[in-house]
């Protein structure tokens, strides 16, 4: 059975910094890219952020690009986001989601990122 | 880049009734890449549909999916009262990787 769980999430202040992890199980974990999304308080869904399986390609919203990097570690079967230069607008609970190149197939629970002073 | 654009925007429905939800493309969706999710609050989403019209591993053959080109439907035959949730259509594309609509919420009445 595929799950995914997410942690690292919690408050911070705006321009800091927080790394969110991804822990999967039940899946070939190498095979697939994976990534990330985003729902704002009442909002709706915003793609923030995938990798290839292999790690090798990465792929960001505008939104985030040159703030966060994801990256992954095959070996221990973990999916991170590494969020820098936090900003009001990034609060939201952040799901990993297994990513088969065209379907979102598993999400995470999610994890909930808040920003704010 | 496609904009995905749901409707309506809230559903009031009583169990048992039949469900119809809309996704409308901004532009001809060529592949198909389109599916649905469920959400609900503290739960992980849920792949319903994928490919427009395939029914996601272990999804009951009362969500189905339809459309081509520029419209397309999730319709939930019967409802019962775990199916009422935020439903999100979803796009796979360049850039951005994945679009999603705006989200319906499907309610009790």
């Known amino acids: 059975e595929v799950h995914l769980v997410e942690s690292g999430g919690g408050l911070v202040q705006p321009g800091g910094s927080l790394r969110l992890s991804c822990a999967a199980s039940?899946?070939?974990?190498?095979?697939?890219?994976m990534t990330w999304v985003r729902q704002a308080p009442g909002k709706g869904l915003e793609w923030v952020a995938a990798?290839?399986?292999?790690?090798?390609?990465?792929y960001y919203a505008d939104s985030v690009r040159g703030r966060f990097t994801i990256s992954r570690d095959n070996s221990k079967n973990t999916l991170d986001l590494q969020m820098n230069t936090l900003r009001a607008e990034d609060t939201a609970v952040y799901y990993c989601?297994?990513?088969?190149?065209?379907?979102?197939?598993?999400w995470g629970q999610g994890t909930l990122v808040t920003v704010s002073s | 880049e496609i904009v995905l654009t749901q409707s309506p925007g809230t559903l009031s429905l009583s169990p048992g009734e039949r469900a119809t939800l809309s996704c409308r493309a901004s532009q001809s969706v060529t592949n198909n890449f389109l599916a649905w999710h469920q959400l609900k609050p503290g739960q992980a989403p849920r792949l319903l549909i994928y490919g427009a019209s395939s029914r996601a591993t272990g999804i009951p053959d009362r969500f189905s999916g339809s459309g081509s080109g520029t419209d397309f439907t999730l319709t939930i035959s019967r409802l019962e009262l775990e199916d009422f949730a935020v439903y999100y259509c979803n796009l796979y594309g360049s850039s951005p990787r994945y679009t999603f609509g705006q989200g319906s919420k499907l309610e009790i009445k």
């Open positions: 990798i290839t399986g292999s790690g090798d390609s990465t």
């Open positions: 989601a297994k990513d088969t190149s065209w379907r979102l197939d598993y």
């Open positions: 039940g899946f070939t974990f190498s095979a697939y890219a």
